[in-house]
């Protein structure tokens, strides 16, 4: 669905390389800086590449109308103003913004509307305002207005970034749910232990360089974790749960370049 | 919100039959509100007494040009609030309308607006625009729009060309002068049928592609990296907008000259009671700019008898407390759009 093919984006990423299909739900990592917010950015079409494409259903996706690339691409950006004046149905809505660009709302429209709010379990909140409720609802709206969009792709900037850990759990295991219907569903994270225990592939991103894509045991080497997140860590099976867990022991002290 | 939408549209149906009553019915001459009819239909068939000639001839136009102007500044004050994410913008604040102003005293300075009349409303619109899109330029790094940046250049631009005005003024004859006074604080006096069906014919124009654009300005409230990503195509909408806006009010500000904070008071006091949707906001901040017009002209014409206020002194003393009020809440941090 997505194939990213000597992606440059100067000087932010280099040469990236990837290809992404149907079902996953892919975990995108790196330190602060690293380019996960830039390489999502360039996925939806946002930016054009400085060298190599993006293509997504085989188009080069940053030379597409905004229209064709919000209903193949939803993409969340990091942060939402806090001061939105609408109701959650009401900003839902404005994820039908490509099919139905006046706003006149058909048929259509409102079933997705309707899916979107039941797929992440709004349809209490549909009529409070969006200042009012708590900042795991608003991300969940968020969700639902990408949904909305219908786009078969969802491009995630930090989803679960300063949520309590029951909604972190609970829009993990919702995404889950999405990638299983056969969304390829991208997130970028900071947690490595969610991205460990919940997504089908981690690409692991430093200094605007691909240097790991794989499975998430497969990237979490104690190697990666020391020399690109300078943390001493070990990866092991939780003997509660089964699911892979990290030890982190310790910060490596910065050492001067 | 829908029923309390209903009760706005017949409020401001009529509030602007009030403000229609006053602004027709008072002055030196007064007309009794139930004769406004039949000296109107006096005046038509040409059989004209003195209170026929002051309400067909002076009051009429003067009216539809308040109602009209009024609905041009609140329409631009709504547009620009939705484009620049920034509940402060309005056309007098960025320096749009001082813009306009100039343009219209160059066209009177260089005598060209005597030989064209569309030269006026023409050069007040050029340079407008030419003020909205430096202003933007100004403000805008990278692909952020910066609200503080964004006033303060509106403010310094603002100035400059109320002070490049003020030197025309200076170096024009005394007779020129007085006739272009009146660009600097706005004033409804000797408005005719022809200013009106100007201002008509541009917010014929503008209005229904602001109306199209209005699910954009919704979507525009959530940031516009949010609106790029629901498809919006944010440049397009703003630049169009911002060019239509500079049109409606370099139209405006070529007739009734600069008249600040319609644009600003308008729009915002309407969104709070009937909520933020653009589609019905747009619709009423039309209504309710010419009505807060009309009224403010009223009370210029009336308040200080024999005297006459500047309609743009009446606007600027409700609109200052209003900006102040509005610029301390913010900083107390309440979100801007409430």
């Given at each position: 669905m997505i194939r990213m093919e000597h992606l440059d984006y100067y000087p932010i990423l280099r040469d990236i390389c990837a290809d992404f299909g149907p079902g996953e739900l892919v975990g995108l990592v790196g330190p602060n800086g690293a380019g996960k917010t830039t390489l999502l950015r360039a996925v939806a079409g946002l930016l054009r590449p400085t060298g190599g494409w993006v293509r997504v259903m085989g188009e080069p996706i940053h030379a597409r109308k905004p229209g064709w690339r919000a209903r193949h691409v939803a993409y969340l950006p990091q942060f939402l103003p806090d001061d939105i004046p609408f109701t959650v149905r009401e900003f839902v809505e404005m994820g039908r913004y490509s099919h139905a660009p006046r706003g006149a709302l058909t048929p259509s429209d409102v079933r997705a509307v309707d899916e979107a709010l039941e797929a992440m379990g709004l349809q209490p909140l549909e009529d409070a305002s969006l200042a009012q409720i708590s900042g795991g609802e608003r991300q969940r709206a968020a969700i639902a207005r990408c949904l909305a969009q219908e786009a078969p792709i969802l491009l995630l900037d930090e989803p679960i970034a300063s949520l309590d850990i029951h909604y972190q759990l609970d829009i993990l295991a919702r995404l889950r749910a999405l990638a299983a219907e056969g969304r390829l569903v991208i997130i970028a994270l900071h947690h490595l232990e969610l991205a460990l225990s919940h997504c089908h592939r981690t690409l692991c991103l430093h200094r605007g360089r691909l240097v790991a894509d794989g499975s998430p045991d497969e990237v979490f080497t104690p190697a990666l974790l020391r020399a690109v997140f300078r943390v001493d860590a070990r990866p092991f099976r939780d003997p509660h749960t089964g699911a892979l867990r990290l030890s982190v022991s310790a910060a490596i002290p910065s050492t001067p370049e | 919100m829908r029923g309390r939408r209903a009760w706005v549209f017949a409020a401001l149906g009529l509030a602007i039959l009030i403000s229609a009553a006053l602004e027709v019915g008072i002055g030196p001459v007064s007309v009794p509100f139930w004769q406004i009819p039949t000296d109107t239909v006096r005046y038509l068939v040409g059989d004209r007494g003195l209170d026929d000639v002051v309400v067909g001839a002076i009051r009429w136009p003067r009216l539809a040009v308040a109602l009209l102007a009024g609905s041009s500044l609140a329409l631009s004050g709504c547009v620009l609030q939705a484009v620049l994410r920034n509940p402060m913008a309005d056309p007098g604040v960025i320096g749009v309308s001082s813009g306009g102003a100039l343009g219209?005293?160059?066209?009177?300075?260089?005598?060209?607006?005597?030989?064209?009349?569309?030269?006026?409303?023409?050069?007040?619109?050029?340079?407008?625009?030419?003020?909205?899109?430096?202003?933007?330029?100004?403000?805008?790094?990278?692909?952020?729009?910066?609200?503080?940046?964004?006033?303060?250049?509106?403010?310094?631009?603002?100035?400059?060309?109320?002070?490049?005005?003020?030197?025309?003024?200076?170096?024009?004859?005394?007779?020129?002068?007085?006739?272009?006074?009146?660009?600097?604080?706005?004033?409804?006096?000797?408005?005719?049928?022809?200013?009106?069906?100007?201002?008509?014919?541009?917010?014929?124009?503008?209005?229904?592609?602001?109306?199209?654009?209005?699910?954009?300005?919704?979507?525009?409230?959530?940031?516009?990296?949010?609106?790029?990503?629901?498809?919006?195509?944010?440049?397009?909408?703003?630049?169009?907008?911002?060019?239509l806006a500079a049109l409606i009010v370099g139209v405006a500000v070529s007739t009734t000259g600069v008249i600040s904070f319609v644009g600003l008071i308008v729009p915002h006091i309407l969104r709070r009671v009937m909520g933020a949707n653009h589609r019905p906001l747009l619709?009423?901040?039309?209504?309710?700019?010419?009505?807060?017009?009309?009224l403010s002209d009223f009370v210029g014409r009336t308040a200080v008898q024999p005297a006459e206020l500047n309609v743009g002194i009446v606007t600027s003393c409700l609109g200052v407390p209003f900006f102040l009020y509005l610029l301390f809440r913010r900083g107390r941090g309440r979100g801007a759009w409430r």
């Open positions: - | 219209a005293v160059i066209a009177v300075a260089t005598g060209l607006s005597s030989r064209l009349s569309a030269a006026t409303p023409a050069l007040a619109f050029g340079c407008g625009l030419a003020v909205a899109v430096i202003v933007y330029r100004l403000a805008t790094h990278g692909r952020r729009t910066d609200v503080y940046r964004l006033l303060l250049a509106g403010v310094a631009l603002g100035s400059l060309c109320s002070a490049v005005i003020t030197a025309i003024l200076d170096l024009s004859p005394l007779q020129e002068m007085q006739q272009m006074m009146f660009w600097l604080f706005g004033s409804l006096d000797g408005s005719d049928w022809r200013e009106a069906f100007l201002l008509a014919a541009v917010n014929a124009v503008v209005l229904p592609v602001f109306l199209r654009f209005g699910f954009a300005y919704d979507i525009l409230t959530t940031g516009e990296e949010h609106a790029e990503a629901v498809g919006v195509d944010v440049e397009r909408v703003k630049r169009v907008s911002l060019g619709a009423a901040s039309a209504m309710g700019g010419g009505v807060l017009l009309t």
